[in-house]
């Protein structure tokens, strides 16, 4: 689009002239049009847009319009913009008022638009034509100004001379680096005379004919200093200094000077350049000779320095590959690694511990590499340094060793499997045999049969948790659980031990952890069994005591401190690195006496740490042990767990109140989830019942199948949109059913109501869908069976109802644009349509915006990768989503930003998409910190 060039502001009271003249010039790309009903907030508007021209109504009641172009035409920021007044009166002598207070031109309101374009770009153009000219005036004052203070004033060797050769400035650079004094030279050396005791330090064809021809044969010469020459030039005190001379006489002459240079004295930097180039020799030495892969690049990644191992390791040895480019010379190297590459020379140190490359010609390579920038003696980044460590042999022993791990797990899950099938076997046939009238032995064999099948399931069961935790096939639930109740489990269980042993058993809860925590309570269950079971096992007289303990507490999470103490033996220093090891245990003779495999605390520290936690033993001899471990648990709500752990026809079914429901068949397609959770929270307020689906695909099988009375369409869904569903329903119901659709979009403009009603749609509603209108548009289709008729057998004018249409995200309101402006305190969230789409309970309204929170998140990242890769089609989807779910829960201030982004992308202008996407996500996190309030509200 092409940027405007004539600005125009318009002052008047009316905002009828105001639009009037918008129209006028809607047309006119070039023409930037503001317009401003209040004359003192115009005033600063004009200092802000800085128009080309202003258009000023005469009679506005707070303000006498000759004196606001007075007012104007005395302030310097707009003293010389073009006034045009606009008036309804003609009457000569108000006109001769309006020139001498200022006005540039008068015309009667409102007028010709062809006149007024043509006015205004009359104006305007002088207007800018006038400014230009100003500009390029004093642009060539300040450049001629400038000139002079360099020339008189560089910090560069300046030498003139005239048409004899005598030298006629010599300024303060040249006294200071030759030492001789502008006295000494000017007027009484000639230019021969420098040039002859020089030596020219760099080659040029007019160095050789002034040195070769004589001066007399050189005054011929165009220019008689090179262009660009090195030149060792001697010095007072006898030495010499090396100046890099310029001839700029044929780019700048100044009258009276037949010939002019600068030189610049390079002698310190002519010296570093050999000092370093020595130094650079030597590194190349070093890195050719190292013993590992690496190499050093410049900025545009052509090499410098490479070793031989580099060479060996990328099968480049014997290519000449110095200032070629590392992409040239290794062709098939990763993209992903490019990237690195230009992190790298942004500044950054990159590494990577393990990484694969497959080459072209079929190998992998398997590395360990370091990427970082070098810098040059000015503090510059110069290049990149590559160092990579092939560990092809490392990676192929791992592999192995994990193949092996994997083939042993695998084995003991089969064989566990295998074992368990007959042990059930053993064991229900020893119950049953149990339960029969056995004589005093037979039945001590049958329970010791009992006894000794549960203590080898036991082990079995210990083996098969071993192999899933070592084949990573180890799963952890999320759901709410009573930790009282987990805890009372273990003590029941363990309670006939404890009695036996005579021991006391006890349980210390901290007031201060949750009842209902959210985690995997058969897992924590397991671990208590196996740290208090141990406890028991190993305690001959005493105590056994299960502490429970808050530790930490974030917004969503507890971390619990459990500890197991015992009386029993205890576990020497030494031997306590045994513990969680697999199949291990303090001594051999522990599994003679007290049985088991060893596997018991490897599985407990393995189900720690899979939950993210951390487990410890503190253990003396004859004293007894503390076994203990922290977890932290995710906190648990029971609405919101609730309705996390039901589908959505089970949500609709929790919040449903008591009432009758219509008979009427509903199908809701619509993929976004909290338009799924509004839509069918609205319909069962209205006493309706509706089954759900997320795209149109699945609604058109639905459709095939079951016959609905009515369908409720979302236009824009994955895998098939609304507008290609309704068609295909069309097309297989034919002329025996015509089922009601009723679109729901986000869009409010006619065109996308058109589009809707031409692919066979009955009605439309837009989003936020009201619930007034959801009920006006179900009644009057389902109580109203002519118009089916009617529309399907095409009879119905298409442009019959719709019956209630939303601009609710048609423009923000003044208080969106304050949210925008950041400028307000006022709430992102309108409270009524909250309040009216969840019946006014705290906790549908908590869940709404949570769910809300979670997919807006991802589609504004969504459209965050989308602005960056200037994907139109995606950006306009992903706004078109956004703007949906944030209108229907009631959030107008995202649903307007992004209705305006939508517009955008569809224009294909995304010039604000990054304030856009800023203010997304300020409002985002708005709305974040205003779902805690909601049960304080």
């Known amino acids: 689009m092409k940027k405007p060039s004539i600005s125009v502001l318009l002052i008047d009271d009316q905002p009828t002239v105001g639009e009037a003249v918008r129209r006028m010039l809607a047309s006119e790309e070039d023409i930037c049009f503001h317009y401003c009903s209040d004359p003192i907030e115009a005033f600063q508007l004009a200092s802000e847009t800085s128009p080309t021209v202003i258009l000023q109504d005469l009679v506005m009641p707070d303000i006498d319009g000759l004196l606001l172009l007075r007012f104007f035409r005395a302030n310097a920021a707009t003293r010389k913009i073009p006034m045009i007044v606009l008036s309804v009166k003609e009457e000569p002598q108000l006109k001769a008022k309006a020139f001498e207070a200022g006005a540039n031109d008068y015309l009667v309101k409102l007028p010709d638009g062809v006149e007024l374009i043509a006015r205004i770009r009359y104006h305007s153009e002088a207007y800018i034509s006038r400014l230009q000219r100003d500009e390029a005036y004093l642009a060539i004052q300040e450049s001629e100004q400038r000139l002079r203070t360099v020339l008189e004033n560089m910090p560069v060797m300046m030498m003139a001379f005239d048409a004899e050769g005598n ?69 007072k005190d006898g030495g010499s200094r090396i100046i890099a ?120 390579h398997y590395s360990r590499w370091a990427v970082q920038p070098w810098y040059t003696p000015e503090g510059k980044i110069g290049g990149v340094v590559i160092v990579d460590n092939r560990i092809d042999e490392l990676v192929e022993a791992r592999e192995s060793a994990l193949a092996a791990a994997r083939i042993k797990s695998q084995f003991l899950a089969n064989m566990s499997h ?74 029941g269980l363990l309670a006939s031990q404890v009695e036996a042993k005579g021991l006391q058993l006890s349980h ?24 208090v079971g141990n406890a028991i096992k190993f305690t001959h007289q005493g105590s056994v005591q299960l502490k429970t303990e808050f530790k930490a507490e974030t917004d969503s999470t507890v971390t619990v401190y459990f500890s197991v103490i015992d009386t029993g033996i205890g576990i020497a220093q030494a031997e306590v690195i045994k513990l969680f090891r697999s199949f291990s245990q303090v001594d051999a003779s522990t599994s003679r006496q007290y049985g088991g495999t060893g596997l018991g605390l490897a599985i407990c520290k393995q189900l720690v740490v899979l939950m993210g936690g951390e487990i410890g033993v503190e253990s003396e001899v004859n004293r007894g042990s503390n076994f203990w471990f922290q977890i932290a648990f995710r906190k648990a709500s029971k609405e919101i767990e609730t309705l996390q752990r039901s589908s959505l026809p089970e949500i609709a079914l929790s919040l449903k109140e008591p009432g009758s429901i219509h008979p009427l068949k509903i199908l809701v397609a619509e993929d976004n989830l909290i338009n799924q959770t509004v839509t069918l929270n609205q319909l069962q307020m209205l006493g309706y019942s509706a089954d759900f689906v997320s795209n149109g695909k699945e609604a058109l099988d639905l459709l095939q199948h079951q016959d609905y009375d009515l369908v409720l369409m979302d236009c824009q869904m994955p895998v098939m949109d609304g507008y290609t569903t309704t068609q295909e329903l069309r097309r297989y119901e034919g002329d025996r059913r015509h089922t009601i659709v009723i679109a729901l979009t986000a869009n409010a403009m006619l065109a996308d109501r058109e589009k809707c009603l ?42 019959s109802p719709p019956l209630a249409e939303s601009d609710s995200t048609s423009s923000p309101s003044n208080a969106t644009e304050a949210l925008l402006s950041g400028e307000s305190e006022i709430s992102p969230i309108d409270r009524d349509r909250l309040e009216r789409i969840s019946r006014g309970k705290v906790a549908i309204q908590q869940r709404l915006l949570e769910i809300f929170l979670e997919s807006a998140t991802q589609d504004i990242e969504a459209l965050q990768r989308a602005i960056v ?53 300020s409002l985002l996190q708005q709305v974040e910190a205003y779902v805690p309030r909601l049960s304080v509200n």
């Open 167 to 235: 030298v006629i400035v010599w300024n303060r650079e040249c006294e200071r680096v030759t030492g001789y004094a502008s006295s000494e030279i000017v007027g009484k050396r000639h230019l021969k005379e420098l040039l002859e005791r020089g030596n020219p330090i760099s080659e040029h064809s007019q160095v050789k004919e002034l040195t070769t021809l004589g001066w007399e044969a050189a005054q011929s010469l165009p220019q008689f200093i090179p262009t660009a020459s090195e030149w060792e030039v001697p010095c």
């Open 245 to 364: 001379w310029s001839n700029i006489s044929d780019r700048f002459q100044v009258p009276g000077w037949a010939g002019w240079g600068i030189g610049i004295d390079i002698t310190e930097r002519k010296k570093a350049e050999i000092s370093l180039e020595r130094e650079y020799q030597q590194l190349r030495q070093i890195i050719r000779n190292a013993p590992t892969a690496m190499a050093l690049f410049d900025t545009e990644m052509r090499y410098l320095a490479y070793s031989n191992q580099w060479a060996i390791s990328l099968k480049i040895e014997g290519k000449e590959i110095f200032n070629r480019c590392h992409y040239e010379v290794v062709p098939d190297i990763k993209e992903e690694w490019k990237i690195v590459h230009q992190k790298a020379l942004q500044g950054e140190f990159i590494t990577q511990a393990e990484d694969r490359w497959y080459r072209a010609d079929g190998t992998i």
């Open 418 to 491: 295998e074992i368990r099938t007959p042990m059930n076997g053993v064991l229900g046939m020893a119950e049953l045999l149990l339960q029969t009238e056995l004589e005093t032995k037979p039945k001590e064999y049958a329970q010791t049969i009992r006894l000794s099948a549960e203590h080898l399931l036991n082990i079995i069961n210990d083996i098969l948790d071993f192999s899933k935790l070592e084949a990573g096939e180890m799963h952890l639930e999320q759901v709410n659980f009573d930790l009282h109740q987990c805890i009372e489990e273990v003590f």
């Open 508 to 531: 210390h809860l901290d007031r201060k952890v949750p009842q209902l925590l959210q985690g995997d309570p058969g897992r924590l269950r397991q671990i208590l069994l196996n740290l």
């Open 758 to 799: 031409a692919s066979g749609m009955d009605d439309y509603l837009s989003k936020p869908i009201q619930q007034e209108d959801l009920a006006r548009a179900i009644y009057h289709w389902t109580h109203n069976p002519s118009l089916t008729q009617l529309r399907s057998n095409g009879l119905l004018d298409k442009g």
């Open 869 to 921: 890769e200037q994907d139109y089609l995606q950006v306009e989807r992903y706004a078109h989503r956004l703007k949906g779910s944030a209108s229907n829960v009631g959030v107008p201030a995202l649903a307007a930003i992004a209705n305006q982004l939508e517009t955008n992308a569809r224009q294909q202008n995304l010039n604000s998409a990054s304030d856009q996407l800023q203010a997304l996500h």
